[in-house]
Structure formats: structure tokens, C-alpha cells
């Protein structure tokens, strides 16, 4: 039902967009939400975008760097990364839940994509 795209291999200070589209069900009342998980390391929260698009809230490690948004009309959420750093490589998921309000943990999430991988290297 989620679908997430736009990973890759980039350099430090380079852009990536994940895109995250859903299909079979609507997401419109759902808030959305970014995880990430290193190589080693537990899934962590990168942002969450509530429904209608009213909150969002960042995880400190990303604050002002990425930039999550939707577009229901698309049927797809984004997360728009700037500034990426080595430390940002990972599995990137997307997520949605039943709730319209934004949340950081990820047992609260419902639905889940498959996850696209970002790797930032020089």
C-alpha cells in the first residue's frame, strides 16, 4: 500500500528526494512519517507530517536540513534532503498511521513501505 523511491548514492553537501506513494487506500486522514535504520543499528524517527499537513516534526539530527511534505492529491509523501551527510546513510521508510496527529514512535505506525536506500559517500 506504500510504495517509497528516490534513494541512491550521492556526495556529501548533495540532494535526494524519497518519494512515498500509497495506493489501495486512502491516506488522507493518516499522519505520515520518515524512519530511518543504519547498517548495525535500531529503525530510528526522521520526521512526521501530520494530516492536513498542520504539524510536522523533526528529529534533531535533521532539523533544517530535511523537509517532509504531501500531496494527497498525488497520493504520495515526501522527504526532501539537503545538506546530506555521510551519517545520513540508511534504509529510509515511509509510514503511515490511523491517527491524523504527527508521531514519533514507530509502534504507532500501521502501514509501512519498503524502504529505499540512500547512501552519502565522497
Known amino acids: 500500500q506504500l510504495q517509497a523511491s528516490g534513494g541512491g548514492t550521492v556526495q556529501p553537501g548533495d540532494s535526494l528526494r524519497l518519494s512515498c506513494t500509497y495506493s489501495?487506500?486512502?491516506?488522507?486522514?493518516?499522519?505520515s512519517g520518515w524512519f530511518r535504520q543504519a547498517p548495525g543499528k535500531e529503525r530510528e524517527f526522521v520526521a512526521t507530517?501530520?494530516?492536513?499537513?498542520?504539524?510536522?516534526y523533526y528529529a534533531d539530527s535533521v532539523k533544517g536540513r530535511f523537509t517532509i511534505t504531501r500531496d494527497d492529491a498525488k497520493s504520495t509523501f515526501y522527504l526532501q534532503m539537503n545538506d546530506l551527510k555521510p551519517e545520513d546513510t540508511a534504509l529510509y521508510y515511509c509510514?503511515?498511521?490511523?491517527?491524523?496527529?504527527?508521531?514519533?514512535?514507530?509502534?504507532?505506525?500501521?502501514?509501512w513501505g519498503q524502504g529505499t536506500k540512500v547512501t552519502v559517500s565522497s
Open positions: 489501495g487506500r486512502t491516506f488522507v486522514n493518516s499522519a
Open positions: 509510514a503511515a498511521r490511523i491517527s491524523s496527529r504527527i508521531g514519533t514512535s514507530s509502534n504507532s505506525y500501521n502501514f
Open positions: 507530517l501530520s494530516a492536513g499537513s498542520s504539524t510536522v
